[in-house]
């Protein structure tokens, strides 16, 4: 695992090489990134190559994807204007990213193309427009009554994304999304209000709805969360994550209280519930306590 930098820290090189050794498991089980990125004030380009091989099994972790290979490419461009009395800079960007399974075959493919506005009081808005190229080579189960059924699907959706000053004790979020999702329709809407009264404490409620139509049938999803976050001093923070899925009818919360005793070594204690919101039964639970310490040579 390495991090090289380079040009004034301008140049960023990153990598990392994982293998594991699991038991009935004996084929390739290894997981690599290179990662190369430059960054100044008016532009922004990245390159990203990485792999995850069909036995790689990290056990405590996670792989969002297996049994792949990923390559991305992204860049951006801010020009300032020369009057900035409200306009920071503007905002151009484009992305391209492509996912092939270990014979070369395309499984997704994605590019994206972005213009937006950041102004002085830190605010912003922004435009995406994102075609991507999916192929399924089973059977999708979006919802337990709706399969999406093997084939290739190509889409376009838009997206308007606009967020206030978090510098201010009351800020928010909103983003827009339409278009086309799969071999049918969707739009979508998120937003969040953040409320900070104070240095101490820090109130963030979220919002997410979309609603889906489909040749198989339509649905909605609703999804929301609040975020607590008290801070009793620099060194002790106390935050809590409460989510309703509306969808699965359940109920979850994250609480997690975090004491730095010393710079870089922490103390974590963590706390997890999930309910279902019919039956008031019981999903799971669990605690989970973490203890870092930074020896210094």
């Keep these: ?7 004034d820290r301008k140049l960023d090189v990153s990598a990392y090489m994982l293998g594991t050794e699991t038991p009935g498991l004996e084929g390739p089980s290894q997981a690599r990134l290179l990662d190369a990125a430059w960054r100044d004030d008016d532009f922004t380009i990245v390159g990203r190559y990485e792999t995850v091989q069909p036995d790689f099994n990290p056990e405590v972790g996670y792989v969002r994807r ?7 490419g992204e860049g951006s461009w801010q020009p300032r204007p020369r009057n900035r009395t409200r306009i920071r800079n503007y ?4 992305g391209a990213d492509l996912f092939q ?16 506005i950041a ?15 999916d192929r399924l080579t089973e059977p999708f189960p979006i919802r337990p009554t709706i399969v999406i059924p093997v084939g290739d699907y190509q889409y376009q959706r838009y997206s308007l994304d606009y967020s206030s000053n978090r510098g201010r004790g009351l800020s928010g979020n909103v983003k827009l999304g339409a278009g086309e999702f799969w071999d049918g329709r969707s739009w979508s809407a998120d937003g969040g209000i953040e409320h900070r009264p104070n240095y101490h404490l820090d109130l963030n409620l979220t919002f997410g709805r979309n609603q889906v139509y489909l040749p198989y049938g339509d649905f909605s999803t609703t999804l929301i969360g609040l975020r607590f976050l008290y801070a009793f001093t620099s060194n002790a923070f106390f935050n809590s994550f409460l989510q309703y899925n509306a969808t699965t009818n359940e109920f979850s919360a994250n609480t997690r209280l975090n004491i730095i005793h010393r710079p870089l070594s922490d103390l974590y204690v963590v706390y997890n519930e999930q309910r279902s919101t019919v039956s008031r039964a ?8 973490k203890f870092t310490n930074l020896f210094d040579f």
């Design 119 to 133: 102004f002085q009081d830190s605010s912003g808005l922004a435009f995406a427009a994102t075609n991507t190229f």
């Design 66 to 72: 297996d049994d792949m290979t990923h390559y991305l």
């Design 101 to 116: 399974d270990p014979a070369g075959r395309t499984e997704t493919e994605e590019q994206t193309l972005s213009a937006g």
């Design 91 to 94: 905002e151009f960007g484009f």
């Design 1 to 7: 695992d390495t991090l090289l930098r380079f040009f």
């Design 282 to 289: 019981l999903l799971g639970r669990g605690v989970t306590v």
